[in-house]
């Protein structure tokens, strides 16, 4: 079991750039893939960015490819989502989530057991 924090999150200027972070607490977290999700007001959650166990693998939607970069540092049980070009359809909560099986990348947000809280990402226009 996983237990997840976010922060980093902020009010930015569209064009601006935010890294989030995602701390794990958990002897296992080198072992899980992770992803970052995001939630819109009035909107479904979204799939963002997934990176393998190892960080050798990294899927993303076409949302934010070319903008936004996810990483890992399994030494200090953090994942993180550099956004850069933000614009003001990014604005969103941002969760990070671990997958509860197997397979990569994983998509579906109902494919992940382990939530954080989210962390709030506005961006101006």
């Known amino acids: 079991q996983v237990q997840l924090v976010e922060s ?21 977290f080198s072992s899980y893939d992770m992803g970052w999700f995001r939630q819109a007001p009035g909107k479904e959650r979204e799939f963002v960015a997934a990176i393998n166990w190892r960080g050798g693998s990294t899927y993303y939607a076409d949302s934010v490819k070319g903008r936004f970069t996810i990483s890992r540092d399994n030494a200090k049980n953090t994942v993180y ?22 397979g990569f990348p994983q998509i579906s947000q109902y494919k992940y057991d382990y939530w954080g809280q989210g962390t709030q990402v506005t961006v101006s226009s």
């Not at 569209?14 to 296992?28: D, F, I």
Request: hydrophobic share 35%; glycine share 18%; charged share 10%.
């Open 81 to 102: 989502l550099q956004m850069n070009s933000l614009k003001p359809e990014d604005t969103a909560v941002y969760y990070c989530a671990a997958p509860g099986g197997s």
């Open 8 to 28: 980093g999150g902020g009010l930015v200027q569209a064009g601006g750039s935010l890294r989030l972070s995602c701390a794990a607490s958990g002897r296992t």
